[in-house]
Structures are given as structure tokens and as C-alpha cells.
């Protein structure tokens, strides 16, 4: 990866993974739904995707604990372990692509991508192994665990462009969850918002709404031709 910033190269495109390449939210809400009552913790998976969809897993718990009783000491390190392995093994035996993305991939090949997720670097790599992703990527993936920085916080978008050599305004966020497109928004760069449920989520104002990864290349390209107008 460049260090020094490109003026005149393709839009770079940085891609969340789950809920934007790989349909993961449903598993992991499945996932969550069963263990954290198992804590204690009452939760399902209709509330994961209502009110945490994105969320860093650490937030989601200590919000529970505010709601309904704290954990005892070294808990947590027991449940984000066991929560970690049943969602491995089910994205390996059950995980699939969000339909569209495939093509939109490779009509894009052209520009450079990454994967910047708030999931760890672990995580994302059995996404990408288990759909065939990964060479799209090509080893440019940004973890909030491994940066230290959690979406919403704009600064995880920032430090994948910097460390991609690109600018934020080169820079095109694509992304399923609130806390994403707030992170890209907020970071200065052009934000696309994969907006699976239109009916009950609207697209903030600065993001572009699509609702299907087909919509993609067309959007991209005209982001192009501004960015290539405007400089």
C-alpha cells in the first residue's frame, strides 16, 4: 500500500463486509439471540437487527448490562469467545453473498478496493475464504480491532484511505449499517448506502441510498465522471 496520496487514479472503494458482501447480519442476530440470555443478558435476534445491526459487540453487551444486570468479572472474555465460534462455524457451513455483489466486484475490478469493517481481522478472513472473495481484496483489509477504532468514529474510514494513498474525497464508502454510513460521512468521502430495508430505514442526507448491489457500477461511474468534473 502507497503512502503517498494519487491525484489522478480510479475512486478508491471501501467496502463494510457484513450486511454489504456477505449476508452475515441474520447469522450473527441468530447467533447473539442464543447466547447472551445464556449470560444472562435478554436479547433476541429481531433486536439485533432493529437496534444493533453494525455495532461493535463489546457496546451491544455493555448496553445490556445497563438495561438489566452486569456481568461478572472475566464474563465477557467467556461470551465474545463463545460467540466468536459459533459464528465461525456457521458462516463457514452457512454463509453466502449478498446477491448482486459477485458481479458488481468484478465489473469494479478496475478500482482499487478494501474491506473496512468493525469486526475483527479473523472475521472478515472467514467471510471472504468462505464466499470466494478475498482476491478481490487482495490482503486490503482494515479491522477496527487491529486499527483500535470503531465505527462510527469517522477515523477507521480515514486511516484505510491513508493507508490505501488515497484521499478521503477519492474515497467511496459502501455500506449497509447506520453506524457506517455516519463513520464515511463524517469522514469527508462519498458514502453509498446499502439500504436493505427502505421501508424501515431512511438514507441520511450526503449518502447515496441503492437497494441492491446491481445498482452499484452505475452509481460508481457517476460518482467518477463528478469527482474527475470537479478537480
Not at 445491526?53 to 467467556?78: H, K, M, P, Y
Request: net charge negative.
Amino acid at each position: 500500500m502507497s503512502s503517498a496520496m494519487n491525484t489522478a487514479a480510479p475512486l478508491c472503494l471501501l467496502f463494510d463486509c457484513d450486511g454489504t458482501l456477505v449476508d452475515s447480519e441474520i447469522l450473527l442476530a441468530e447467533v447473539m439471540g442464543d447466547i447472551l440470555p445464556e449470560f444472562g443478558l435478554p436479547f433476541s435476534a429481531r433486536q439485533y437487527m432493529d437496534e444493533f445491526r453494525g455495532v461493535r459487540f463489546q457496546t451491544i453487551v455493555q448496553t445490556l448490562e445497563s438495561r438489566f444486570q452486569t456481568l461478572a468479572e472475566d464474563t465477557f472474555t467467556q461470551l465474545e469467545a463463545g460467540m466468536r465460534s459459533r459464528m465461525e462455524a456457521r458462516m463457514r457451513a452457512e454463509l453466502v453473498i449478498i446477491p448482486g455483489m459477485s458481479a458488481a466486484l468484478e465489473q469494479l475490478s478496475s478500482h482499487p478496493m478494501a474491506v473496512v469493517s468493525n469486526g475483527p481481522e479473523r472475521k472478515i478472513r472467514c467471510a471472504l475464504e468462505s464466499t470466494d472473495l478475498g482476491h478481490y481484496f487482495a490482503g486490503r483489509l482494515f479491522s477496527a480491532y487491529t486499527l483500535n477504532v470503531w465505527k462510527p468514529d469517522p477515523e477507521l474510514y480515514r486511516k484505510a484511505a491513508a493507508a490505501m494513498g488515497y484521499t478521503p474525497q477519492q474515497c467511496v464508502v459502501i455500506d449497509d449499517a447506520a453506524v457506517g454510513v455516519e463513520a464515511g460521512l463524517a469522514a469527508g468521502m462519498h458514502v453509498i448506502h446499502l439500504n436493505h430495508f427502505p421501508n424501515e430505514e431512511s438514507t441520511p442526507e450526503g449518502a447515496i441510498g441503492i437497494h441492491h448491489a446491481n445498482e452499484l457500477t452505475a452509481v460508481i461511474a457517476s460518482l467518477s465522471t463528478k469527482v474527475t468534473a470537479d478537480a
